[in-house]
């Protein structure tokens, strides 16, 4: 009866340690793994997927046939001359930085504008 004892007080550590460590060793190895797919895969996966959203919007905007309309106007002569004087696209360029400027202020919530 005493080895009985014995080995039951040498069997309940053993199965506490072995059930603890395991369950710790599963719990280290899933954190390990989930940092892991967190800091590595799901960035790569994300950036491909971006990519192949814009290369498939580009493709349809590059099929759509809009050959007969330019959004850039086009000066020669004293036009061009009278333009580049008074530094007009200078000036539009500023202008049209300083409303995309205003624009993306505007989309942020706690900044006043």
């Known amino acids: 009866m005493p080895a009985v004892i014995a080995w039951i007080v040498r069997l309940v550590p053993w199965l506490l340690s072995t059930v603890i460590g395991d369950n710790v060793l ?8 989930l940092t892991t797919l967190f800091l590595v895969v799901l960035p790569i996966v994300l950036n491909n997927f971006m990519y192949d959203l814009v290369n498939m919007s580009m493709s349809m905007l590059g099929a759509q046939d809009i050959s007969g309309f330019s959004g850039a106007m086009t000066f020669s002569g004293l036009t061009a001359h009278f333009l580049l004087l008074l530094k007009v696209p200078d000036c539009m360029s500023v202008m049209v930085s300083a409303l995309a400027l205003r624009f993306s202020l505007n989309m942020i919530p706690f900044v006043r504008v």
């Open 26 to 33: 599963r719990f280290a190895a899933g954190k390990v793994l």
